[in-house]
């Protein structure tokens, strides 16, 4: 080389193999938060990506252990930043948080069960849950054969309460009470009804939505986000009195659709102080990355002493049982 040359700076191909693959990974999550921040989940890749986000981001742990051990400051500082948004997004899932109400008075105990409607055994799921013994049932995809499940093992002697909408396939719905329910109205929530209802639990009135969206999949997904968007005003113009939405959401504790009814509800899970992520879903073997879909959300008149998650049986979705109290006029 000649005196006066200069020698070119490297090209990107010039780069060591593992350099180059830290950077497209870190580009790539960033790309891909930045884009979710923008326009939320209103595409099925969004969505999805926000659904994972304990999965998605653990890439950026490598890459910040190769940015510090390489002494990259600029792939350093994007990792750390990624890392920090999946720490605040994840950590709240997982620590243990105190309950609601450490002495609560008599609880009413409240489960959400897809029972999948082309499971021919719903004995399998049913016997599980008798043991937990909820006082109201939220029951999702409620076929021909799940209705003669529940008739053959006394769930419908044990629960005289009932609004039962029977389908084949997976949009078929029911409330199962212990109580008397009123005032039972159904929404048109697009594939499966949503069923409204009062009841009273020491002495004060509650209201239960039980409700199954659409799974956000092809051309299910317009169905979804607009059967989220009613959920979500229902929420909103019930936030001040004492209220249950409850169901199969097809939507994780990391969507838009979660954070928007944080403002309004409480998740149950969260609010008991249960320990764990509490995947509900998928089960019986089925190759997907697990996740929350099924919820129980409380308005702040009320608290949850407890969850738990029952027995699938033959169900690709697990129970969520919790308990709810009514929580005094000047609790928070």
Same mark, same amino acid.
């Given at each position: 080389m000649a005196p006066s040359e200069t020698a070119a700076p490297p090209t990107p191909s010039a780069l060591p193999r593992w350099n180059a693959l830290a950077w497209l990974a870190v580009l790539t999550l960033l790309a891909f938060t930045a884009t979710r921040a923008a326009f939320g989940d209103e595409r099925w890749l969004l969505l999805v990506w926000g659904a994972y986000t304990p999965f998605v981001l653990l890439p950026a742990y490598a890459t910040l252990a190769y940015g510090l051990a390489r002494a990259q400051r600029a792939l350093t500082l994007l990792s750390l930043g990624l890392v920090a948004l999946h720490?605040?997004?994840?950590?709240?899932?997982?620590?243990?948080?105190?309950?609601?109400?450490?002495?609560?008075?008599?609880?009413?105990?409240?489960?959400?069960?897809?029972?999948?409607? +082309?499971? &021919? @055994?719903? *004995?399998?799921?049913?016997?599980?849950?008798?043991r937990q013994a909820p006082d109201l049932v939220c029951l999702q *995809?409620?076929?021909?054969? +799940?209705?003669? #499940?529940? @008739?053959? *093992?006394?769930?419908?002697? !044990?629960?005289?309460?009932?609004?039962?909408?029977?389908? !084949?396939?997976?949009?078929?719905?029911?409330?199962?009470? @212990?109580?008397?329910?009123?005032?039972?109205?159904?929404?048109?929530?697009?594939?499966?009804?949503?069923? &409204?209802?009062?009841l009273t639990h020491e002495g004060r009135t509650l209201r239960v939505l039980c409700v199954h969206p659409a799974p956000p999949a092809?051309?299910?997904?317009?169905?979804?986000?607009?059967?989220?968007?009613?959920?979500?005003?229902?929420? !909103?113009?019930? @936030? *001040?009195?004492?209220?249950?939405?409850? #169901?199969?959401?097809?939507?994780?504790? $990391?969507?838009?659709?979660?954070?928007?009814?944080?403002? $309004?509800?409480?998740?149950?899970? !969260?609010?008991?102080?249960?320990?764990?992520?509490?995947?509900? +879903?998928?089960?019986?073997?089925?190759?997907?990355?697990?996740?929350?879909?099924?919820h129980i959300y409380v308005t702040p008149s009320l608290g949850v002493a407890h969850a738990e998650l029952g027995l699938p049986g033959l169900s690709d979705h697990a129970p969520l049982v919790a308990d709810i109290v009514l929580r005094d006029a000047h609790q928070p």
């Open positions: 720490l605040v997004r994840v950590v709240p899932q997982i620590a243990l948080r105190a309950p609601s109400d450490a002495r609560p008075r008599s609880a009413l105990r409240v489960a959400t069960v897809n029972g999948n409607g +082309w499971n &021919e @055994r719903p *004995e399998l799921t049913l016997l599980p849950l008798e *995809e409620l076929s021909p054969a +799940w209705a003669d #499940g529940l @008739r053959d *093992e006394g769930f419908l002697d !044990e629960y005289p309460h009932q609004h039962l909408v029977v389908r !084949e396939g997976v949009w078929g719905m029911g409330l199962l009470s @212990r109580y008397p329910l009123h005032d039972v109205r159904a929404h048109d929530l697009n594939e499966a009804p949503a069923i &409204e209802a009062g092809g051309d299910l997904l317009p169905s979804h986000l607009d059967a989220l968007r009613q959920i979500l005003a229902w929420t !909103e113009a019930h @936030r *001040e009195v004492s209220a249950v939405v409850l #169901g199969d959401l097809n939507s994780t504790p $990391y969507s838009r659709f979660s954070d928007a009814m944080r403002a $309004y509800v409480s998740d149950a899970w !969260e609010l008991a102080g249960a320990r764990g992520f509490g995947h509900t +879903w998928p089960n019986n073997g089925m190759l997907y990355p697990p996740a929350r879909l099924d």
